[in-house]
């Protein structure tokens, strides 16, 4: 743990408990817990920790091993029901640029609509609109390295007809980072929005084919920037780099992403695609344009065999409670990632540390022991057009991971 992370977990868990004193009620289950007489003002400090096993089938892979994969305290507080206040750090240090996954305030005063500026995750997507521990599967897919983004922003979000319709309008101020925690610059303007057109169809006494129209949804996302500064860099299961550009300029990019599936009951089954371009590169031979040559798709289907049925309703993200006791899920997703072959002719990138093609196939069981413990178990496989050094210069590697995850 580095010495800022260290001061930041003192910073969340200390200070409220120095300010409320004996008020405050401790639980392993619950964190740190404080209300105020007249009910209005609640605050709550807990976290995230998860730990993982992993092991590379190949002999040449390096990243086999014990390691910590997220150390996330939180610091919650509301008022009423319209305000809240959310603080996450990161005490890893590795996911984030200045050890803080999100800070921000939000009001939501008027039904179906909510106003939210800080420090905020950006998403365009369906999957990455989900936070790392409420994933079906352990980690995010391919399009979550190419779109998204969190940096200080004000984001505007709301729903129609419970969730028959969802939008997300965004803009950041361009001092951020991506999912690397990599710094990322440039002003960026983001909308979002998903549809669920036949949701009224839903009901205790609908039939099966009532449910199936109820659960349809599609949606997508667009988002288009200036003055952008950073670095492209996907990874595949276990965070082996895939894909691994040098840092470069653009005058202008956009991505946009486009998503479809069903909701039935406890079976979530969707596709989801994106893209993206860059215009005006600097490049050592000149300005160049990228355009539309950075594409990903996946397919994910996930089963809840014991518990609760899906709801994905973007609007209710942030308010997902913790599964449990005794949930059982299973997940599966093939990904497939596609840069076009003008990266390497540009010198952005190069072959020895990117493929210009790749693919990962994953399944996943967790086990929701409690409301606060989840294990989970996932084997995948990455195959690569290009033998690259992550894979030990070969065109495949399979791994297995073992994580506990805990939450309070």
């Given at each position: 743990m580095?010495?800022?992370?260290?001061?930041l977990a003192?910073?969340?868990v200390a200070?409220?408990?120095?300010?409320?004193?004996?008020?405050?009620?401790?639980s392993?289950?619950?964190?740190?817990?404080?209300?105020?007489?007249d009910?209005?003002l609640?605050?709550h400090?807990?976290?995230?920790?998860?730990?993982?096993?992993?092991?590379?089938?190949s002999?040449n892979?390096s990243?086999s091993g014990?390691?910590t994969?997220l150390?996330?305290?939180?610091?919650e507080?509301s008022?009423g029901?319209a305000w809240?206040?959310?603080?996450?750090?990161?005490?890893?240090?590795t996911?984030?640029?200045?050890?803080?996954?999100?800070?921000f305030v939000s009001w939501s005063?008027?039904?179906?609509?909510r106003?939210?500026?800080g420090?905020?995750?950006?998403p365009l997507g369906?999957?990455a609109?989900?936070?790392a521990?409420d994933?079906?599967?352990?980690?995010h897919?391919?399009?979550?390295?190419?779109?998204?983004?969190t940096d200080?922003?004000?984001r505007?979000?709301g729903e129609?007809?419970?969730?028959g319709?969802?939008?997300d309008?965004a803009?950041a101020?361009?001092?951020?980072f991506d999912?690397?925690?990599?710094?990322?610059?440039g002003p960026?303007v983001?909308?979002?929005a998903?549809?669920r057109p036949?949701?009224?169809?839903?009901?205790a006494?609908?039939s099966?084919l009532e449910?199936?129209a109820?659960?349809?949804?599609?949606g997508?996302?667009?988002?288009y920037?200036?003055d952008?500064?950073?670095?492209l860099?996907i990874?595949?299961?276990?965070g082996?780099?895939?894909f691994d550009?040098?840092r470069?300029?653009a005058d202008?990019?956009?991505?946009?992403a486009?998503?479809?599936?069903v909701?039935?009951g406890?079976?979530?089954?969707y596709w989801?695609?994106?893209?993206?371009?860059y215009?005006?590169v600097?490049?050592?031979?000149?300005?160049?344009?990228?355009?539309?040559?950075t594409?990903?798709w996946?397919t994910?289907l996930?089963?809840?065999?014991?518990g609760?049925?899906?709801?994905g309703r973007?609007?209710?993200?942030r308010?997902?409670a913790p599964l449990?006791?005794?949930v059982?899920?299973?997940?599966?997703?093939?990904?497939n990632?596609?840069?076009d072959?003008?990266?390497?002719?540009l010198a952005?990138?190069?072959?020895?540390?990117?493929?210009?093609?790749?693919?990962?196939?994953?399944?996943?069981l967790s086990?929701y022991?409690?409301?606060?413990?989840?294990?989970?178990?996932?084997?995948?496989?990455?195959?690569?057009?290009?033998d690259?050094?992550s894979l030990?210069?070969?065109?495949?590697?399979e791994?297995a991971?073992?994580r506990?995850q805990?939450?309070f």
């Amino acid at each position: 743990m580095n010495p800022v992370g260290f001061a930041l977990a003192l910073l969340l868990v200390a200070v409220p408990a120095r300010a409320f004193g004996d008020s405050l009620r401790a639980s392993p289950s619950d964190g740190l817990r404080w209300n105020s007489a007249d009910g209005q003002l609640a605050l709550h400090a807990g976290g995230v920790f998860a730990g993982e096993l992993v092991i590379h089938d190949s002999d040449n892979h390096s990243g086999s091993g014990l390691r910590t994969d997220l150390a996330k305290p939180i610091v919650e507080a509301s008022y009423g029901d319209a305000w809240r206040l959310r603080i996450a750090g990161d005490l890893e240090g590795t996911k984030t640029a200045s050890n803080l996954y999100e800070a921000f305030v939000s009001w939501s005063g008027v039904p179906g609509l909510r106003v939210s500026a800080g420090l905020l995750q950006l998403p365009l997507g369906f999957e990455a609109g989900t936070r790392a521990e409420d994933l079906s599967l352990i980690e995010h897919s391919f399009s979550y390295y190419l779109n998204y983004r969190t940096d200080w922003a004000l984001r505007v979000e709301g729903e129609l007809a419970d969730g028959g319709f969802e939008w997300d309008l965004a803009a950041a101020l361009g001092d951020g980072f991506d999912a690397n925690g990599e710094t990322q610059r440039g002003p960026r303007v983001s909308a979002r929005a998903f549809a669920r057109p036949l949701r009224s169809l839903a009901g205790a006494d609908a039939s099966f084919l009532e449910s199936l129209a109820a659960g349809l949804f599609l949606g997508g996302g667009y988002a288009y920037g200036w003055d952008w500064d950073g670095s492209l860099r996907i990874r595949g299961p276990a965070g082996v780099r895939l894909f691994d550009t040098m840092r470069f300029e653009a005058d202008r990019h956009h991505s946009y992403a486009l998503s479809f599936g069903v909701e039935v009951g406890a079976v979530r089954l969707y596709w989801e695609g994106t893209r993206g371009g860059y215009f005006d590169v600097q490049t050592s031979v000149g300005e160049r344009d990228l355009d539309d040559q950075t594409d990903s798709w996946h397919t994910t289907l996930s089963w809840r065999i014991v518990g609760p049925d899906y709801d994905g309703r973007i609007y209710r993200e942030r308010e997902l409670a913790p599964l449990g006791p005794n949930v059982w899920e299973l997940a599966l997703r093939y990904a497939n990632g596609d840069i076009d072959r003008d990266f390497y002719e540009l010198a952005l990138a190069d072959y020895p540390t990117s493929s210009q093609e790749f693919r990962t196939t994953a399944v996943t069981l967790s086990w929701y022991a409690t409301r606060n413990l989840r294990l989970s178990a996932e084997v995948a496989r990455t195959q690569a057009d290009d033998d690259i050094a992550s894979l030990g210069f070969e065109g495949s590697d399979e791994v297995a991971i073992l994580r506990a995850q805990y939450r309070f």
